[in-house]
């Protein structure tokens, strides 16, 4: 059973090797299995970066089982303590 995948934009904008990949090869690469597909992501990830697989949607009726991106997993940590307002008429 192979894993059919695109490399989007957000990837490459993350990662220079998945930038240089489909400028090489192209934007779909075929895999023997969704695993292969995700460890091949995780080496394109950068420091301090993520590079993922991710399933395409039931909907999107498209050539592809899944696709390549990039960015943050998680929204980053806000200050547990934001401080405390003050009222416009207080300054």
Same mark, same amino acid.
């Given at each position: 059973?192979?894993? *059919?995948?695109?490399?989007?934009? @957000?990837?490459?904008?993350?990662?220079?090797?998945? &930038?240089? $990949? %489909?400028?090489?090869? &192209?934007? *779909?690469?075929?895999?023997?299995?969704?695993?292969?597909?995700?460890? $091949?992501?995780?080496?394109?990830?950068?420091?301090?970066?993520?590079? $993922? %697989? /991710?399933?395409?949607?039931?909907?999107? /009726? +498209?050539?592809?089982? &899944?696709? %390549?991106? &990039? +960015?943050?997993?998680?929204?980053?940590?806000?200050?547990?303590?934001? +401080?405390? /307002?003050? @009222?416009?008429?207080?300054?």
């Amino acid at each position: 059973m192979s894993y *059919v995948v695109e490399v989007k934009r @957000s990837a490459r904008r993350v990662s220079p090797r998945a &930038g240089a $990949w %489909v400028r090489d090869e &192209g934007a *779909v690469h075929d895999f023997d299995s969704k695993a292969l597909a995700r460890k $091949w992501a995780r080496r394109l990830s950068p420091p301090g970066r993520s590079v $993922w %697989v /991710q399933d395409a949607p039931p909907h999107a /009726q +498209g050539a592809v089982d &899944g696709y %390549v991106v &990039g +960015g943050r997993r998680t929204p980053p940590r806000r200050d547990p303590d934001p +401080g405390e /307002q003050a @009222s416009l008429a207080e300054l």
